[in-house]
Nanobody, 128 residues
Framework: QVHLVESGGGSVQPGGSLRLSCEAS????????IYWFRQPPGKEREEVSC????????FYADSVRGRFSISRDNAKNTVDLQMNSLKPEDTAVYYC?????????????????????WGQGTQVTVSS
């Protein structure tokens, strides 16, 4: 059983920054890639980024590349998403997720249904 918990959400003005953290139970990060998704109001959930400590694979959605950065904090046992130059369109509930069946590498564009563990989500609001 994998337990994921997101933290770090909040409200920020356009151009501001936030850092989200995904904490996982046990040694999850040693075996599985961790994905960040987001769900804007009234829209479908979309992938944002991914990091695998198994093979160092990673990716970013085009909409966040150059502004967001994903990394692992070994001291805190988290996978963090540093979000800079935030825009109103980044407003969403952000989720971390993983696939414990085949998920050692980051695969961009995979169906959401393939990820079997999700956190509860953290709200990010970008507004002036």
């Amino acid at each position: 059983q994998v337990h994921l918990v997101e933290s770090g959400g909040g409200s920020v003005q356009p151009g501001g920054s936030l850092r989200l953290s995904c904490e996982a139970s046990g040694s999850t990060f040693n075996y599985y890639a961790i994905y960040w998704f987001r769900q804007p109001p009234g829209k479908e959930r979309e992938e944002v980024s991914c990091l695998s400590n198994v093979d160092s694979s990673t990716f970013y959605a085009d909409s966040v590349r150059g502004r967001f950065s994903i990394s692992r904090d070994n001291a805190k046992n988290t996978v963090d998403l540093q979000m800079n130059s935030l825009k109103p369109e980044d407003t969403a509930v952000y989720y971390c997720a993983t696939d414990t069946l085949f998920g050692s590498s980051c695969l961009q564009g995979r169906p959401i249904s393939e990820l079997d563990y999700w956190g509860q989500g953290t709200q990010v609001t970008v507004s002036s």
